[in-house]
Nanobody, 116 residues
Framework: QVHLVESGGGLVQPGGSLRLSCAAP????????MNWYRQAPGKERELVAG????????NYADSVKGRFTISRDNVKNTVYLQMNNLKIEDTAVYYC?????????WGEGTLVTVSS
């Protein structure tokens, strides 16, 4: 079982920035990939960004390209999502997701609200 600890959500105005963090303490060498998903009210959960823990290959949803950056610190076993130029439509619960031995694990989610 992988326990994921998320932090960094909150309320921000349009155009603002937030950084989300997701730590997976105790699983330094066995996590293959970490992702951020989000789910807005009334919508399905969608992949926002992902990163491999070995080579650092990243991928992004088209809606966030150029605004969001995913990064990782393999020493701390932590992944970050830097979110810039936030838009109202970015409002959602953001979930951390880790893949370990081809099994996916979810965090509890952190709420990001973009509002003026």
């Amino acid at each position: 079982q992988v326990h994921l600890v998320e932090s960094g959500g909150g309320l921000v105005q349009p155009g603002g920035s937030l950084r989300l963090s997701c730590a997976a303490p105790g699983f330094t060498f066995s996590i293959e990939r970490m992702n951020w998903y989000r789910q807005a009210p009334g919508k399905e959960r969608e992949l926002v960004a992902g990163i491999t823990t070995s080579g650092g290959t990243t991928n992004y949803a088209d809606s966030v390209k150029g605004r969001f950056t995913i990064s990782r610190d393999n020493v701390k076993n932590t992944v970050y999502l830097q979110m810039n130029n936030l838009k109202i439509e970015d409002t959602a619960v953001y979930y951390c997701h880790a893949v370990r031995y081809s099994i996916g694990y979810w965090g509890e989610g952190t709420l990001v609200t973009v509002s003026s």
